[in-house]
């Protein structure tokens, strides 16, 4: 398909989103918290010749912007900031259409996503298009009759900007950012409810539907079903007349430890986006980790090894090169979901 590199709006989201769930195939949303990482990310849509969708969550803005400063949502919000710039500026140099979007933000987040809809409106109002192609609220921990009037207003305020807003239905399980949840599974009533509301004021929303999935990787089994989707697909169908088999965009979050299955059967149920975490974060990390212990000799001293005690190690130590080898890691391991996902060459 034709999408130009760089930056997509919201609309330009929600065209690919059709056709992604046409293919069943869905792509990786990859939570960076640094230049480094968004860098390893886009490469990584390159060399898929997909489009990607990379994230900020407040935990990443905030260590983006740096830890010694106050936590703060102007903080956090302008630490995403500088994170979705440079990945407009350095896009088009991948020759790869980027989503940037935020990751959950909860009730008492709220004041991060309205700086950001500030920078949002600013940039609208200068350039005609939002920073950011889309933001995500998670009011999951509320009860539906507290988040749904909140989710109406921010979905009014997206679609004015020409932005997507994905919200979650149901609590996502285990503990990402200092968030934890219980997992459990949305009720297709309830979710068809909401979708019935949302459609009035605009289609420029997605979906995170929960149906036992979990954040983080964690000893033991939990029970992940794929088929709860279908059910909130069909109750929307049932419901709103619709002939569309999938008529809502979902959202995969937890994913860590599912079977080929059961991603399939998601990607069957109009799945479009999938969250990774965890899995890029430990390929990172393990990188330095082998690292180390393949350099020991040359990091312990900055001049000396056991082979020459004159030579500088300098070449050894430089953080680039240790840094470049993790987000070479990183890189694969979102090539590796792309596959899972079904979502190589969606570029053609
Ligand atoms: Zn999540």
Request: charged share 20%.
């Amino acid at each position: 398909m034709n999408l130009p590199a760089g930056v997509l709006t919201g609309q330009q989201w929600q065209e690919l989103n059709v056709i992604l769930k046409e293919k069943k195939a869905a792509l990786p949303a990859v939570c960076v918290s640094s230049t480094g990482t968004a860098n390893a990310a886009m490469a990584a849509a390159a060399e898929a010749n997909s489009p990607i969708i990379i994230l900020a969550s407040f935990g990443g803005g905030y260590f983006n912007a740096g830890k010694t400063l106050p936590k703060d949502p102007t903080i956090w919000a302008a630490g995403a900031e500088s994170i979705a710039r440079h990945i407009k500026i350095m896009a088009p140099f991948y020759g790869v259409p980027v989503i940037v979007a935020t990751d959950h933000c909860s009730m008492e987040n709220l004041p991060w996503l309205e700086k950001m809809l500030e920078i949002d409106q600013a940039e609208f109002d200068k350039t005609g298009s939002a920073l950011w192609s889309g933001h995500m609220a998670d009011l999951s921990a509320s009860p539906i009759d507290e988040a749904l009037p909140i989710y109406k207003d921010l979905l009014k305020r997206h679609a004015d900007l020409g932005m997507i807003l994905e919200f979650e239905l149901g609590e996502t399980g285990g503990e990402e950012d200092g968030v934890t949840g219980t997992a459990s599974y949305t009720s297709p009533e309830e979710c068809s409810k909401v979708y019935g509301e949302l459609i009035q004021i605009s289609d420029l929303f997605t979906a995170a539907l929960t149906f036992g999935n979990v954040h983080g990787v964690y000893k033991g089994n939990f029970d992940l079903r794929p088929d709860i989707l279908g059910a909130c697909q069909a109750k929307i169908r049932e419901e709103h007349g619709l002939s569309e088999q999938n008529p809502m965009d979902l959202v995969f979050h937890g994913g860590s430890g599912c079977t080929p299955d059961q991603m399939k059967e998601a990607l069957e149920h109009g799945t479009i986006k999938q969250n990774i975490d965890t899995d890029t974060q430990w390929a990172f990390s393990k990188a330095i980790v082998e690292y180390v212990r393949a350099n020991e000799d040359f990091l312990n001293t900055q001049v000396g090894n056991s082979s020459d005690p004159d030579a500088p190690n300098k070449k050894k130590y430089d953080p680039r090169v240790v840094l470049s080898g993790a987000e070479k890691a990183m890189t694969a391991r979102i090539l590796e979901s792309y596959g899972w996902l079904n979502g190589l060459n969606v570029l053609g």
